[in-house]
């Protein structure tokens, strides 16, 4: 379930990355949806041979075929390729993998991911004379694809989890440059890392932690007599402001904005609050991302017509937080403005 490599910070630019390892290659892009689309359409402008993979009926068909893209069935593409980009979602990726992928793997092609869930977990067990590798950009396909286009790059990560060529890493590295992430800076990692810090990162503080945290906060003050209104604000809606700060500046960054009282007060209440107890309760999830136990949960959730999936959604949904901030985000519109603006200023330049 793990493999034991050690862990790098190796960074790849576009000097170190040779086009020549993937320009008189095929691949495969199964998917076209955030990544595939993405991928299959900078891989074709930066020269290399594209067949997109779909399923007869889909809808994304249309509109492969509309950007001058080769469309045909997942197993077609496979077969036709030397490298095989696995981008359908996940969990359909065992059974996409079973029926179109596998058949049509010959020695020496590439089965490539943009993440490495069901290589990790081994939901996916590919014969040993493929190789097998990820490349994994840190950010949605659309902005993948929007800085190619402004000939700007974005970041990846890169990974070898078998090398039966002795080229994988080079092959990795020029799919990376094609897809426009040598621009920007190709982190060497390994599938393990890759999966086990972007699921622990998921769980413990960028979508469970930080909503726990934000409901947590909005129901002590609604409890406690205030406005659901001046909570929504308070809990929610500001927390952008701090992430953009620490995003632009790092902690120090945002600690250097607040106010003084602002400072003291986080400094010294934000242990207090997430104290030693929340830091067990992450060690915790971390070892069920380790020892493959929400691995496995997840899987038989999803053989199961996700049950509790389900439930957990609509619980959210209708969490009071919602509705207020429904309420408060259609009278503020704060969303809308900036794009309105944008407008306003395109029609005064038109004029
Ligand atoms: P997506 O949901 O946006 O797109 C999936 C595509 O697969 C769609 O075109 C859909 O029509 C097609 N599809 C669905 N079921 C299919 C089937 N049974 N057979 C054939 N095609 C099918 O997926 P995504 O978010 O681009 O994710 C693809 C991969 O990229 C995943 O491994 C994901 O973890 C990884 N990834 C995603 C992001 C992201 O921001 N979205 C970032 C990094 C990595
Ligand atoms: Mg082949």
Redesign the pocket.
Known sequence: MTDDDAFTTTVHYEDDADSAHIEDKTVAV?????????HSLNLHESGVDVVV???EG???RAAAEEEGLTVTT?AEAAAAADVVS?????T??P??YEH?VEPNLEPGDTLQ???G??IHYNQIQPPEDVDVTMV??????HL?RRNYEKEEGTPALLAVYQDATGEATDEALAYAQGIGCARAGVLETTFREEVESDLFGEQAVLCGGVTSLVKHGYETLVDNGYSPEAAYFECLNELKLIVDLMYEGGLGGMWDSVSDTAEYGGLVQGDEIVDDTVRENMEETLEKVQNGEFAREWIAENQAGRPSYTQLREAEKNHEIEEVGERLRDLFAWADEQEADTEKEQVTADD
């Open positions: 199964l998917g076209y949806g955030s990544q595939g689309h993405a993979g779909l399923r889909s809808a994304s997942p696995v981008l359908v979602p996940d359909v990726q059974d996409v179109a991911f943009a993440h869930f069901n994994a950009p840190k950010s949605p396909g993948v």
